[in-house]
C-alpha cells in the first residue's frame, strides 16, 4: 500500500503499514530543513504521525486483549508491540537530537524535552532487538494467564468468575474458590518462570549495554523519574512498615473478631466479616455504565458527559468472558483524543472502584487532550494514578441510592468500609511490590526462582500482617506470578503508592470544600505533561511527598472514617 500526504492520514490506514513504509514517512521528518521559522509546524507534523501510530498500535493492543485466542489479533499486536514500535525508538531518537540541538525550547515543552534528553541518553541500537524479544515474552505471558481457566460443579470459568465465590457467607466455597484460583497459577509456574527468566536477563543486558550497574537504575532513568530516587522509594516502603503496616493488622484482627474465626486465613479476606450476603451493586454491565454515568455527573457536569460519550461511541469493553486478558486499563487514543476502558466485571463491588478508577484515567485524556503535541498530554504515572484514585475517592459520596448511586444507606456503609480498608491495604501491597523490584533486579539472585518465590514470602510477611498463611507457602508464592506489573512493566508500581498518598489528601480537601477540591484537581488534569510532579501535584492542591508524617495523619483520617462507617454497619 501507498500512505496518502500526513495530513490526510487515519490510524485505520496504519493498521496495516510495513516498517518501510512507516520508516519512509520519519525519514521525511529527519531530512526536512529546520530553520528557526519552522519548527513549530515541524514539531506539529511529527506530533500527528506519532499520534497516528500510537493509536494505531493502541487499536491493535485492545483487540488482543479482547480476544487473546484470535491468531488475527496475536499478529496484528505483536506487529506494532514487537516490529514497529521498537525499531521506531531509533528514529524517534534521530528526530529528538535534531529539537534538542536546535536549542528550541518553549516552556511547556520543558518536560517533553528533558524526556528527550534522556532517550538520547540512553539509545543504544544494539538493545533495539532486545527490546522486540521482551515484547515477545511479555505477549506470552499475557496468553498464558488470559487463557487460564478452572472447573467449578463441572462448567469451565475465569479466575474473575470465582470472585463471587470468593465473597460467599460459606467458608468452604471461599476456601475452594482461594485453593482453585492459586491452583491454576501454580500449575503454570514452570512456564511462567521461563518466562521471567528470559524477561529478567533481556533486561538486564539492556541496562549493562546502557552504561549502567543494575536495571533498577536503568528503569529510574528511563522511565524519567526526575523528582525521586530509590532511596526516596526505600523511604515509602519505611513508612509503610511503620505506619500503614500496623493499621493493616489493626484492620485484619477486626475482621478475625467480627467473623468470629480462630485464625484469618486468606480465603477469609474478601466476605463480609458480618456473615452479610455479598454486595451485588449491578445486574449488567449496561446497569453499571448508566449508574457510573450519573455517579461521574454529580462529581462535576462535565465528567458525566464525557463518560456519556465515551458509552455512545462504544468505548468499554466491561463484562468478562473466555480469552479475554485478565485485569483493566484505560487506553488513551492520541490521535482522536478519545480513552477506552477495559475490565472484567463480574457483578462484585470493587468492579464499581475499578471503573471509577479508570474513568479517572479517561477523564485526564481528555483534559489532556486540548494540548496541541502529543507529547505534552501524558505526564509521568505517578500523576496519572492520582488522577484515578481521586476519582474513586471523589465519586464515593454519590454511589448512594439516594445520590443516584448503586446503594442503599445501609450498603453504603458495607461499601465504603471495605474501599477504605481497601485503600489501605493497598499501599501495603505497593511497598511490597516495589520492594520485591527492587530485590530481583539489585540483589543478585533475581535470576533464580526458587529465591524469587523465597523473596517475596519474605516481603509479604514484613508489609502484610495479620493473616494466616501457614501450609499455603506455594500459594502465596502465586501471587507475585499474577501481577503483572512485575512481567510487563517491570517498576511500574511505585506509582501507585505516591499516587495515593497524593489522593488521600484531595479527598482530605474535599471534606471542607468539595467544590475548590474538584476544581484544582481538574486543573491539574489539564496541565497534562507541561509541568513537573511536585507542581502537578500542587496544582491538584496536594502535596509530593513520602514523609513518614504526612503519610500518618491520612491513616489517621482513614481510620477515623472507616470507624464510622464500620459502627454504622455494626
Not at 98 to 114: F, K, M, N, V, W
Not at 174 to 203: K, N, T, V
Not at 475 to 494: D, K, V
Request: charged share 30%.
Amino acid at each position: 500500500m501507498r500512505l496518502g500526504p500526513l495530513e490526510t492520514l487515519t490510524p485505520e490506514d496504519l493498521a496495516t503499514v510495513t516498517w518501510e513504509e512507516l520508516r519512509a514517512r520519519y525519514d521525511e521528518l529527519a531530512a526536512r530543513p529546520l530553520a528557526d521559522a519552522d519548527i513549530g509546524n515541524w514539531l506539529a507534523d511529527w506530533s500527528r504521525l506519532d499520534a497516528l501510530v500510537q493509536e494505531a498500535s493502541a487499536r491493535a493492543m485492545i483487540a488482543y486483549t479482547c480476544d487473546t485466542t484470535d491468531p488475527a489479533k496475536e499478529a496484528a499486536h505483536l506487529r506494532f508491540s514487537a516490529e514497529i514500535l521498537p525499531r521506531l525508538e531509533e528514529l524517534e531518537v534521530a528526530l529528538a537530537a535534531r529539537l534538542l540541538d536546535s536549542g528550541y525550547t518553549q516552556p511547556d515543552l520543558e518536560i517533553s524535552i528533558a524526556r528527550f534528553r534522556t532517550a538520547r541518553e540512553l539509545f543504544r541500537e544494539e538493545n533495539m532487538p532486545l527490546h522486540t524479544e521482551i515484547e515477545e515474552h511479555c505477549t506470552r505471558y499475557q496468553k498464558i494467564t488470559g487463557g487460564l481457566t478452572v472447573r467449578w460443579d463441572g462448567v469451565e470459568k475465569t479466575l474473575p468468575e470465582l470472585q463471587p465465590y470468593l465473597q460467599a457467607t460459606d467458608r468452604p466455597v471461599r476456601e475452594r474458590a482461594f485453593r482453585l484460583g492459586a491452583e491454576a497459577y501454580a500449575e503454570h509456574r514452570g512456564e511462567l518462570a521461563d518466562i521471567f527468566d528470559r524477561l529478567f536477563a533481556l533486561r538486564v543486558q539492556v541496562a549493562r549495554n546502557a552504561g549502567f550497574a543494575d536495571y533498577e537504575s536503568y528503569a529510574f532513568r528511563a522511565k524519567c523519574r526526575f523528582d525521586y530516587t530509590p532511596a526516596d522509594c526505600r523511604r515509602f516502603h519505611r513508612a509503610v512498615e511503620r505506619v500503614v503496616a500496623p493499621a493493616v493488622a489493626r484492620i485484619m484482627e477486626r475482621r478475625r473478631r467480627r467473623l468470629g474465626v480462630e485464625t484469618l486465613r486468606p480465603w477469609d479476606l474478601t466476605p463480609d466479616p458480618d456473615g452479610c450476603e455479598p454486595l451485588r451493586p449491578f445486574e449488567s454491565t449496561d446497569e453499571l455504565m448508566r449508574t457510573c454515568r450519573g455517579v461521574f455527573g454529580q462529581v462535576l457536569p462535565a465528567f458525566g458527559d464525557q463518560f456519556g460519550r465515551m458509552i455512545e461511541g462504544g468505548m468499554l469493553d466491561l463484562a468478562v468472558r473466555k480469552g479475554k486478558a485478565p485485569g483493566g486499563y484505560c487506553e488513551t487514543l492520541q490521535y482522536s483524543g478519545r480513552p477506552f476502558i477495559f475490565m472484567n466485571a463480574v457483578g462484585v463491588l470493587d468492579d464499581v472502584n475499578t471503573l471509577l478508577h479508570e474513568a479517572g484515567h479517561a477523564f485526564h485524556a481528555v483534559e489532556s487532550h486540548r494540548h496541541p503535541l502529543v507529547w505534552e498530554r501524558h505526564p509521568g504515572y505517578e500523576m496519572c494514578e492520582l488522577a484515578s484514585m481521586s476519582m474513586e475517592l471523589l465519586a464515593a459520596p454519590y454511589l448512594r441510592k439516594d445520590r443516584g448511586g448503586f446503594f442503599s444507606e445501609a450498603e453504603f456503609d458495607r461499601a465504603r468500609a471495605e474501599h477504605l480498608e481497601d485503600v489501605l491495604i493497598t499501599l501495603s501491597h505497593v511497598a511490597s511490590v516495589d520492594a520485591f523490584q527492587s530485590w530481583l533486579y539489585t540483589s543478585g539472585e533475581g535470576h533464580d526462582r526458587d529465591a524469587r518465590d523465597r523473596a517475596w514470602l519474605t516481603l509479604r510477611s514484613r508489609f502484610e500482617r495479620g493473616v494466616d498463611w501457614s501450609g499455603l507457602e506455594r500459594e502465596r508464592a502465586t501471587r507475585w506470578h499474577r501481577q503483572l506489573h512485575i512481567f510487563l512493566y517491570p517498576f511500574y508500581y511505585i506509582e501507585y503508592g505516591l499516587a495515593q498518598i497524593g489522593a488521600l489528601q484531595v479527598w482530605r480537601n474535599s471534606l471542607g470544600d468539595p467544590a475548590r477540591a474538584v476544581a484544582q484537581y481538574r486543573q491539574a488534569l489539564a496541565l497534562g505533561n507541561t509541568r513537573s510532579l511536585p507542581e502537578l501535584f500542587r496544582a491538584a492542591g496536594v502535596e509530593f511527598s513520602v514523609d513518614e508524617g504526612l503519610l500518618a495523619g491520612l491513616v489517621q483520617l482513614v481510620e477515623q472514617e472507616l470507624a464510622r462507617h464500620t459502627a454504622a454497619v455494626a
